[in-house]
């Protein structure tokens, strides 16, 4: 890989990083624990891979909470 495409994959890596961050603050879990963040996120995705219809129901809480059709 050439440099120039390790420093742009470094820098997407860093700014994906940062968004999902905040998105920890949007949901108000900023103060939380990162063990309990991280459990939660870990048992989440178990949830996800089971349940499509939470897929849909948690998705639509997002898009509400960004107060438009997001990802």
């Known amino acids: 890989m050439k440099r ?3 420093s ?3 820098k997407k ?3 994906d990083k940062i968004e999902l961050g905040g998105l920890i ?3 108000g879990l900023r103060l939380e624990k990162r063990a309990l963040l991280l459990g939660a996120l870990i048992e989440l995705n178990e949830r996800l891979k089971a349940d499509e219809r939470e897929r849909a129901r948690l998705t639509a809480i997002g898009v509400k909470a960004f107060g438009h059709d997001g990802q």
């Open 25 to 27: 603050v949007k949901a």
């Open 8 to 10: 742009e994959a470094r």
């Open 13 to 15: 890596d860093t700014r």
């Open 4 to 6: 120039g495409e390790t």
